[in-house]
């Protein structure tokens, strides 16, 4: 156990610089080249922090165990919005980009809409089973190549005054550390999930609560930190985008992918997951209106998102174990 709790320190460490290398890179980057910050976090951050997802359900794929590939996307969308949305505007009140609330929300609600359908074959079709087939991860992988097109063909890049730019990274030390960044996440995710596990596993802790609670917040470590890191620094853009991205990465390309190697199975408990990803979905909108500003997401609202999740994820152990 003394193994495992050094390499859970070491992941962590490994997450938490990566998640600083990552924001200070990636922003920097942005800023030189006149992209907004929104969308660095919508792609290189939302990317390098939905690895771990892709990693894990491709892997399972080709082992044949994709029946864990869902429940892992769902799950950590859940916790991207809830979880990790939470902790970030508690740290501090995030502003939130009006093209997140016009475009990318809407985007997630078309996506858990149209995973339901996709999810529900017993019901749409009559089928025995539901499972969402290859055909559905070619039109999902599809619709990721559609969204990363229109992404950047209407990109609209911002100028920068000469103040700006003595404070900004030099290019390749921008990159540099970007990719560094990413890096230390992916492995500070993988070390930090092996070691809780081992540890959990050396205190008895059941291999069911372990799947559950361990592998579905412990792929979403990067973002998590990487949004946390984010909102410290005082960049609400890639934070909000980091989330929104990682979403729609997870359904579109991480999902995709794992369906088009192997058919995945729909668990019985699917809808109930689905519909909290809409309630949670749903919640994140009404947050841009209510409060004291518009546009913001209050520390109070955080609150509540994490109080959200807390109960989602008891009553998911609670039945789990029945």
Do not use: C
Request: hydrophobic content about 55%; charged content about 15%; proline content about 3%.
């Amino acid at each position: 156990m003394f193994a495992d709790f050094i390499l859970l320190a070491v992941g962590i460490a490994f997450l938490v610089k990566g998640a600083d290398l990552l924001i200070d890179g990636s922003s920097s980057l942005a800023r030189s080249l006149g992209i907004p910050q929104f969308v660095i976090g919508l792609t290189v951050v939302a990317f390098g922090t939905s690895l771990p997802e892709l990693t894990v359900n491709v892997a399972a794929a080709l082992k044949g165990a994709s029946g864990i590939s869902l429940g892992n996307v769902i799950g950590s969308n859940i916790a991207n919005i809830l979880l990790i949305l939470g902790v970030a505007s508690l740290i501090t009140p995030l502003s939130i980009h009006a093209t997140f609330v016009k475009k990318e929300i809407p985007v997630n609600f078309f996506l858990t809409l149209t995973l339901m359908a996709m999810a529900n074959d017993r019901i749409l079709n009559g089928d025995s089973v539901s499972s969402i087939s290859r055909t559905d991860g070619i039109v999902l992988i599809i619709t990721f190549i559609g969204y990363m097109y229109f992404l950047v063909a209407y990109l609209e890049r911002e100028a920068l005054s000469e103040e700006e730019e003595d404070k900004l990274l030099s290019p390749l030390k921008a990159l540099v550390f970007t990719i560094l960044g990413l890096i230390g996440l992916v492995l500070g995710a993988d070390w930090t999930v092996n070691g809780a596990v081992g540890v959990a596993k050396a205190l008895g802790v059941s291999e069911a609560i372990i799947g559950l609670f361990m592998v579905a917040i412990g792929t979403s470590l990067p973002e998590l930190f990487a949004s946390a890191v984010a909102a410290r620094k005082g960049n609400p853009d890639i934070a909000l985008g980091n989330v929104a991205g990682s979403n729609i990465f997870n359904v579109t390309l991480v999902l995709g992918a794992s369906s088009v190697i192997r058919s995945v199975p729909v668990p019985e408990r699917t809808n109930v997951d689905l519909g909290v990803l809409f309630v949670a979905t749903l919640v994140l909108l009404l947050s841009a209106f209510w409060g004291r500003s518009k546009y913001v997401i209050d520390k109070w609202e955080g609150a509540l998102f994490l109080l959200i999740y807390t109960v989602y994820a008891f009553l998911s152990w609670f039945l789990e174990l029945r």
